[in-house]
């Protein structure tokens, strides 16, 4: 994806490809959504990640020496 | 006072102690549903009839001689429209739940029903939860200001005296902010504290169900019959049998208060933020001694928090965006279709995000026992108003604003109660925060049951 953020045809041909095909009077409204969760969630590629997995799963204790406090 | 102005714990113990029928209670909030539902409509249906046979059965209990059944007889409560009850919808605020039926309880339900608690209705919420504001439901000190969302029924039902207690669903703010916006309390719990199964789904690995009440003593009251091990929600934790009622003592000797120097603070309007600082101030005269802390992460919280929830949503919502999309509202249909359209390596950054953000909070709560902060950065704004612009000219969506301090307590699954410690100029009320460890709620109830105890009593909503 550009800088410049998905265009609403390409709005299109993805959702299609994500197996939502959208009506045309979609796909304006749809690509400025999109692209304005891209540029909040772009921000995550600063980070260095190293080795860190992802929490997909999780369990909140970890980490906490006393959680109960 | 009137029946219906009770607190949880008042009305249990009238109950217990045979001052009050489970009769007169229901009742009398039935009767206080009926005056201020019209103009304030935090019921998407009320159970009148089933709530006043319930509560027949529970004083023929009480007559009868057989010992109240639980820590809740007779006690009437709201559920957000999110939570099964058997043989009821579950509409999610959704047209496209319109043909709903609940098969069985979840179990929060269950377990409330078992506790003795009385079922008045199901609360509006915004569309599965999907939103900040509950366009449904007026807010209950001002019909033209928004009532906070998702679960903006629930505190206005709460806050005007139609429900004893309610529950809600949290999963950037969803209790917190409602009850802030309302001035009334909510807990959202330790994730996995509280399980989810027979509640719809916002986004799982974010999601929590906590008690939405006037008084952080009810809170407690509520924690202690919701929380517990149920293997039907993968998230659910094993835990002990707590009773978590708080003590009555008010000192806090000892006690670290964080109060965070960064994050928090920034563009929070000026009568938010004199109220927390005065609430704090407070606690420090109870003998808490306030630490200065960091929050770290900051400049990726919101980016972590929409790269979580934003796929999860729009994964739950797979086969009806295919089959019936016409049936969601605009603002719901937009974000769940533009959600097909992130890459699952964003996905994917947001979850290694949360482990990294997590391991920092894990750090941070040992400089403190509790933060506290705003739990939202302005009051309940007009029902027509949709962006807030700060003193250094920056715009910002109102959901946006009213998810930015809540969304830390979602990421990182550390529990954050919601406490009413005052109110605006336009005599709006104004919510803080305690933020604390994981399964740190007994800390957190202290904190806000002492501060409530040291402070004048609030009265239900006058509507």
Known sequence: MSAAGLTPPEVARWADRAGLPLPADRHVAVAATANHIHSVVAVLRELDFGDTPPAAAYRVGEGYDDAAV | ?463
């Not at chain 2, 249990?12 to 103009?39: G, T």
């Not at chain 2, 529970?58 to 010992?67: F, K, M, Q, T």
């Not at chain 2, 008045?120 to 569309?127: A, F, S, W």
């Not at chain 2, 000219?393 to 946006?400: A, K, N, R, W």
């Open chain 2, 1 to 463: 006072m009137q029946p219906y102005e009770l607190s949880v714990a008042a009305a249990a113990d009238a109950i217990r102690a045979r001052k009050l029928s489970p009769v007169e209670l229901v009742d009398s909030v039935l009767d206080r549903v009926e005056k201020v539902e019209p103009s304030l409509g935090a019921y998407v249906t009320v159970t009148a009839e089933e709530a006043r046979r319930s509560a027949r059965e529970a004083e023929h209990d009480i007559a009868a001689g057989v010992r109240p059944h639980g820590s809740l007889h007779g006690v009437p409560m709201g559920l957000k429209d999110l939570i099964d009850v058997a043989g009821a919808a579950t509409t999610a605020g959704s047209r496209v739940r319109a043909a709903h039926r609940a098969e069985a309880d979840s179990t929060v339900a269950a377990r409330l029903t078992a506790a003795g608690a009385i079922l008045v209705g199901k609360t509006h919420t915004h569309e599965f939860a999907y939103g900040l504001t509950t366009p449904q439901t007026k807010n209950a000190w001002d019909r033209d200001r928004v009532a906070g969302g998702s679960s903006g029924g629930s505190a206005v039902a709460v806050a005007a005296g139609a429900a004893t207690f309610a529950l809600g669903t949290d999963t950037g703010g969803s209790i917190r902010v409602p009850s802030a916006l309302n001035g009334v309390v909510g807990l959202k719990p330790t994730y996995g504290l509280v399980p989810r199964h027979g509640v719809t789904s916002l986004s799982w690995s974010l999601d929590h169900v906590g008690p939405i009440t006037r008084t952080v003593e009810d809170a407690a009251l509520v924690l202690t019959v919701l929380a517990g091990h149920d293997p039907r929600d993968p998230a659910s934790l094993a835990t002990s049998v707590t009773d978590y009622r708080p003590g009555g003592d008010t000192d806090l000797t000892g006690l670290r208060v964080g109060v965070p120097r960064n994050y928090y603070f920034d563009h929070v309007a000026p009568d938010v933020e004199t109220a927390v600082r005065h609430a704090i101030g407070h606690l420090e005269s109870l003998g808490a001694r306030l630490v200065e802390v960091e929050i770290p992460m900051t400049r990726y919280i919101q980016a972590t928090h929409w790269g979580l929830m934003v796929p999860e949503a729009t994964a739950y919502h797979e086969r009806t965006l295919r089959t019936v999309p016409e049936l969601y509202q605009a603002d719901v249909r937009v974000l769940l279709e533009a959600g097909e359209l992130m890459p699952a390596g964003d996905h994917l950054r947001a979850q290694r995000a949360r482990t990294l953000m997590r391991q920092d909070w894990a750090r941070l709560l040992e400089e403190a026992d509790v933060i506290a902060a705003p739990t939202v950065p302005a009051t309940a704004v007009p029902s027509d108003q949709s962006t807030l612009t700060w003193p250094d000219g920056t715009v910002e969506g109102v959901s946006d604003a009213y998810v930015r301090l809540s969304a830390p307590a979602n990421i990182t699954g550390v529990p954050s109660l919601s406490v009413p410690v005052g109110h605006d100029t336009n005599g709006l009320p104004i919510g803080m925060q305690l933020l604390g460890r994981p399964f740190g709620e007994p800390v957190l109830l202290r904190v806000g049951h002492a501060y409530e105890r040291t402070r004048p009593v609030r009265p239900v909503a006058t509507v």
